[in-house]
Every structure is written in C-alpha cells, then in structure tokens.
C-alpha cells in the first residue's frame, strides 16, 4: 500500500510538471519548464506569466506562440529556430536583457533540398529586442564551430517590431542580421517586411572608436544584409544610423520609409559595416556575391549623407555583380551630400526611371529620361517619343502657335504631356522668342534672342520632354519681338 501510494504521489507530481490544456485546445505554460516542454512538440501555445529562460530553447517543431501580453526574456539568445515554424501572435515582448545576439536566431538547412526548413512569424504587436530583432545565419558542420556557408529554405515574415541595441562591447545593433557567411544563391533565405512592421537599430551615443571597435561598428543598422538573401520591403518603417547596407543578396523595395541618421563614414570590412548614414547602402563584401537592388517606391532619407549610395570599398571593382534600378521613390539626401551617389557608375549596372530628388540626378538617368526642376524637387520621367511634324511661325499665326500645332497633325505619346516639337519661324521681323506656358498654374516663360531674324529661317526645337504623365500644362504660346 505505502509502495501504491508512493507512485501515486510521484504520478502526481510529473504531472504538475506538464502544461494545461485550455479548453479550446491551446496548451497553457506558466514558466520555462512548461514552455520548453511545449515547445518540443508541434502545437498552439499561450503564455500565462512572464517567464525567464536560463538556457536557449532549440525549436524543430511548427507551434504558434500568443505571448497574451507577456514577456519573454533571457540574458541572451532565448530561441534558436533550426528546422521549425514559428509564429508569434497576441501582444507581446521576447528580449535579451543582456543584448548580444538575438531574441531568435533562424538558422538554415545544409540541404539544398530544404525548401521550408526554418521560418519565423512576428505579428503585428509583438517586440523583440536584442543586439539584433533576428539573426538569420547558416549551420555549422556537425562537431565543428565552422559555418556550412549556406542556410537553405528560410522564410521571415515580419509584421511587428525589431529593436537593435548596441551591446557591452559598444558594437551598434542591427534590426535584421543576415550573417555573411551564408553565400548559397539558390533557395535563400527570404524576408518580407509588412506596412506594420517597425525595424529600429540603436547605437551608443557617447561610445568613441578604439582600436578594437571602429567608427563604423560602433553604428546601428535597420538591416544589415551581408550574406545571401532577398529582403521585399512592402512597407514599415526601418531606422538606424544606416538604414539598410546591402553587401550581397536581392533587396526590392516597393513601399516604406528608410531613414539613416548617422554621420558620413566608409571604411572597408571584411566582417561588418562599411558605410554610415545612408537610408540605403551599397558595398559589396569580400565574398564577391551579386547584388540587384530594384526600388519602385518608398521614402529613403538620410540627415546626413546620401539617401542611396554606392561603393566597393574592397577594391574588388573587376569582380562586381551589382545591379540598382530606381523606379520610383522619394529620395531626400542631406545638403552637403545629395539624393544619390554611384562611385562606381562606371562599372555598376544601373538605371533610373522614376523618382523624385531633392538634388539632380540627371548624370544617373537612363537614356530617353530626363530630370525636371519644379521649386528644387527634380522628377525623372521619360522623354518624348513625339512626332517630328514641324509648325510653321509666320507673320499670320505667330501669335497663335497652339492653333498651328493642331493644323500640322502633331501628336504625342500616349499617356504623357508634350506642347511642341520643333516650330519654323520664317519670314518674320524681330530678335526676340518667347514661349510662354503654365505648369500646375505656375507660370513660365523662355526666351530665346538672335542678332537678327529679319527675312530668315531659323527652326526653334522646343520639347517638355520629361514631364510626368497627368501634369498639367497649359496655356502654350508663341510670340515673337
């Protein structure tokens, strides 16, 4: 009997060990013995207190965490994702107390094969916060510290909030790390950043270089891509002293605000970052991987450097893979600076369609485009492919050039806005031209003299080549002095 009791006693107690099972099938946990057994299992989870891990919890299994307005912490690294599916939901923090790592490290597959091996949701009102929000890095061989150098079949989808803080050594946080060591060009990882979501990088503000940590690690970076990856930013906002470095890997941009606060510096890195204060960097790393940056819209500020920037601070110029397309965008670089800088434009793939500058970028436009100032805010849009009919200016329709354009079949193409082609003037007395016309109601007037028109043939090529389509221009006309 003392035996029987015994064993009912010892049942009682494992089983006091063990998570709840809610009603509706969620399983309960109450600290970080509870959540790791949970976690070892596939499952729905939800958090009951604030729990402390002491150790890092390894997950491979496919579970959804509602944090249910808790907290999470460790002094690093609470989780390691490697071969799991992970999504946060509910309203909640996981944190490093001591920042050096990651709330969660995603880590990749050796196997080419792997094609969803690792990923990690972060819904809408959730934090993590750490040196970096998320380490992205590749495997290491069994029974070794060496990187397989590849990281298969990883997917983030981020909708929430990553915060990157500087850590004891003054090493400026990153809001994403993709480690450079990962240099797979197949089935990478890839990162999707949502409308929601808020990427935020902090730097010491009072740490000065040494000679272990220089001026450029001592910045924070929003995302900091250095190995191998694809990043769609379809919104959010990402902060830090830089905003985004790309040193290898994809990066489209299709909504957004990337801003860059720090001060302007480059230097080469073999293991970091090289340029401070763009909203978005390029420089490519030692490894030598191709890089395409494809921007169609969003809003790139940098206070104090170029809001995009290019350069190959490895001196690695023969070997660059770089490809930049600028659509569309907003584009606002500090007065000293500019919107735009490619120092290796002469080696570079690139080409610029679209946009709005707040300095001209016409040295960069692709051919056929053109910049127009209206009030130092310069637009990139496609030239006229308008016909070559000419008008005729004579003493009869000088002073009705708009009349003498319709009578000579012009046209345009479609979709954009073009006054005039090329205007004849012949046979008519004075030394002055003048076009006058409204563009959005603000009026204009150019001015083009001669010593002498008197009884001569001169051809007055006039185009608004690159004017965006929808704008209004009006009120065209000729006149002659």
């Known amino acids: 009997m003392k035996k029987f009791i015994a064993l009912l006693a010892a049942m009682a107690m494992c089983l006091s060990m063990l998570p709840a099972y809610a009603d509706d099938g969620w399983t309960e946990v109450d600290d970080a013995t509870e959540l790791a057994a949970a976690l070892s299992q596939n499952g729905n989870i939800r958090v009951m207190n604030n729990i402390t891990l002491s150790n890092t919890i390894i997950i491979d299994k496919t579970v959804t965490i509602d944090l249910n307005d808790h907290t999470i912490s460790a002094a690093n690294r609470p989780f390691w994702i490697e071969g799991g599916h992970v999504t946060l939901t509910g309203t909640g923090i996981v944190t490093e107390t001591t920042p050096y790592y990651a709330p969660f490290t995603v880590v990749g597959s050796a196997n080419e094969e792997d094609t969803d091996y690792s990923y990690l949701n972060v819904g809408e009102n959730i934090t993590l916060s750490g040196w970096g929000g998320v380490f992205v890095q590749a495997p290491t061989k069994p029974g070794t510290s060496e990187s397989t150098q590849t990281a298969y079949g990883v997917k983030l989808d981020i909708y929430g909030t990553l915060e990157g803080h500087y850590d004891a050594t003054n090493w400026g946080g990153k809001g994403i790390n993709i480690n450079g060591s990962i240099t797979n060009t197949v089935n990478y990882p890839v990162i999707n950043i949502y409308e929601s979501a808020n990427i935020t990088a902090y730097s010491n503000e009072n740490a000065q270089p040494s000679d272990d940590v220089t001026e450029a690690v001592i910045a924070a970076i929003g995302i900091y891509a250095a190995g191998y990856a694809e990043c769609n930013i379809y919104g959010g906002n990402i902060t830090g002293d830089t905003g985004i470095e790309m040193r290898a890997g994809r990066m489209n941009i299709y909504n957004g605000s990337i801003s860059g606060v720090g001060n302007f510096y480059t230097e080469p890195n073999g293991s970091g970052q090289t340029i401070i204060s763009p909203a978005v960097a ?60 490619f120092e290796d434009s002469s080696t570079i793939n690139y080409s610029i369609t679209g946009g709005t500058y707040n300095t001209d970028v016409g040295e960069y436009v692709s051919e056929n485009y053109g910049t127009l100032n209206v009030d130092g805010s310069y637009t990139v849009a496609e030239k006229a492919n308008a016909s070559t009919n000419t008008v005729t200016i004579n003493e009869t329709n000088k002073n009705d050039i708009e009349t003498a354009m319709d009578n000579s079949g012009f046209t345009a193409a479609d979709g954009t806005t073009y006054q005039l082609d090329t205007a004849e003037v012949s046979g008519v007395t004075g030394n002055t031209i003048f076009v006058d016309y409204k563009f959005n109601e603000i009026p204009y007037t150019l001015k083009f003299e001669s010593a002498n028109l008197d009884n001569v043939n001169v051809k007055l090529g006039i185009v608004l080549y690159n004017i965006p389509s929808g704008t209004d221009v009006s009120e065209p006309s000729v006149y002659i002095q």
């Not at 601070?313 to 965008?329: F, R, W």
């Open 282 to 341: 390029i420089s490519q790393h030692t490894t030598n991987l191709p890089i395409e940056v494809h921007i169609l819209d969003g809003c790139l500020t940098s206070e104090n450097g170029y809001a995009l920037y290019e350069e190959d601070l490895q001196n690695d110029i023969e070997q660059d893979k770089i490809i930049i397309n600028v659509s569309g965008g907003e584009f606002n670089g500090s007065a000293n600076y500019g919107a735009v800088k």
